[in-house]
């Protein structure tokens, strides 16, 4: 760790320290402010959301880019401050409204102590749906990928156990404790939205996207329901609606994944601006996926 990393790392603890005293909604709209003046001033964050928009949406107006970049930084400096104060989020139960099947079909498996695969994608406030699974009284473990920052990592980590244990990182040693932890019945959460050069290459928003099949594998793996489960802030920025779909069917991973991808390309197209766009999700580099790529547009 260098002293570096303790400086970028150093934000964090002072927004959070300023912050507290503040209420909610408040705390919000400073997260808000601080993510747009960063999304509008660094050119090359600037530059990945707007090379990611025009890659999948290419006849959107420069303008409407830009609205959902301001946009995006409302949803995301909110969510980043309500991670800070992950133990007042947790107690919230205000403005938070639930629908679906899916719901019904995690209390079933809980009680027939059955295991089960929730996915969903760096969407709305994504922690939220945890937040209100731990407020019903079933814990969900989750897969989280460590961050670079050694300090942040560290800091972080506790607050996203706030919302479930156990975390399992991205990692060999990680995934097989997340299988013995299904094969115990338990309820495993997974952001199925990130770049992932090992992947398979699927279609996500029409473009083809490296991503990870493990969800689909681990839900054939252990028989277990795989349910799409994501937050869409309301227009006020402050509630939240969760959406519990129904199980996706069984079939093969690639398909499975498929359908994973597009359950949250419909949620992206309805509010993109609730989406996170910063992820690499369309950088092809693998050989074998550049292959793959050459081939289908032959």
Not at 61 to 86: C, F, K, N, Y
Not at 187 to 202: H, N, R, S, Y
């Amino acid at each position: 760790m260098s002293a570096l990393d303790f400086v970028e790392h150093l934000p964090l603890p002072v927004v959070a320290a300023l912050t507290r005293p503040l209420p909610p909604r408040r705390r919000g709209q400073v997260g808000a402010w601080i993510l747009r003046r960063i999304l509008r001033n660094v050119p090359s964050l600037r530059r990945r959301v707007v090379e990611n928009l025009s890659h999948v949406f290419p006849d959107m107006p420069a303008q409407r880019r830009t609205e959902i970049l301001d946009g995006m930084a409302a949803s995301l400096g909110r969510t980043l401050v309500e991670l800070l104060h992950a133990d007042e989020f947790l107690r919230r139960s205000d403005g938070v409204t639930w629908s679906g099947n899916g719901f019904e079909v995690i209390l079933a498996a809980r009680d027939a102590g059955r295991p089960v695969v929730g996915v969903g994608g760096h969407f709305g406030q994504w922690e939220a749906a945890r937040a209100f699974l731990k407020r019903e009284g079933l814990e969900a473990g989750a897969i989280y990928r460590p961050l670079k920052n050694r300090f942040s990592d560290a800091f972080f980590t506790p607050r996203y156990a706030t919302f479930g244990m156990p975390l399992f990182p991205k990692s060999r040693a990680g995934t097989r404790d997340a299988v013995r932890y299904l094969a115990k019945g338990g309820f495993l959460a997974i952001l199925a939205d990130q770049k992932i050069d090992e992947g398979i290459l699927v279609d996500f928003l029409g473009q083809p996207a490296a991503t990870a099949p493990l969800a689909a594998e681990l839900a054939l793996k252990f028989k277990a329901p795989l349910i799409p489960v994501y937050v869409t802030r309301g227009s006020d920025l402050e509630s939240f609606h969760i959406e519990f779909h129904d199980p996706i069917p069984h079939s093969g991973a690639r398909e499975m994944t498929a359908a994973v991808n597009e359950s949250l390309a419909r949620h992206v197209r309805s509010h993109p601006e609730q989406y996170y766009w910063l992820h690499r999700r369309w950088h092809i580099r693998n050989p074998k996926h550049v292959a793959e790529l050459a081939a289908r547009q032959a």
